[in-house]
């Protein structure tokens, strides 16, 4: 089992800088393939961003690419995603992710994860 909690959401005006962070617990996080993903009102969650098990691979859904930045820090069990430029439209529940300690591709597919955060909302004002 791994257990996911995430944090700093909240309100940015649009273009600016927000950081968010997961702490993962429980299994050895360092096997895990991370991954961002949101869900705006109304709208499916979405693929956001991946990342491999040593950090050295990251994948990223055209609609970020260029603005946001993912990483980890095994040392300290933590996964994190750099919004920058923010827009409107980045309004939505973040949510981290991780796959099981066998797998390693970078997938986009939501099925494809097995454990989930509880979500940290994200507010962009224009």
């Known amino acids: 089992q791994v257990q996911l909690v995430e944090s700093g959401g909240g309100l940015v005006q649009a273009g600016g800088s927000q950081r968010l962070s997961c702490a993962a617990s429980?299994?050895?996080?360092?096997?895990?393939?991370m991954g961002w993903f949101r869900q705006a009102p109304g709208k499916e969650r979405e693929f956001v961003a991946s990342i491999s098990r040593s950090g050295g691979a990251t994948y990223y859904a055209d609609s970020v690419k260029g603005r946001f930045t993912i990483s980890r820090d095994n040392a300290k069990n933590t996964v994190y995603l750099q919004m920058n430029s923010l827009k409107p439209e980045d309004t939505a529940v973040y949510y981290c992710a991780a796959r099981s300690g066998t797998a390693y591709d970078l997938t986009v597919y939501l099925r494809d994860y097995t454990y989930w955060g509880q979500g940290t909302q994200v507010t962009v004002s224009s």
């Open positions: 429980g299994r050895t996080f360092n096997n895990n393939v």
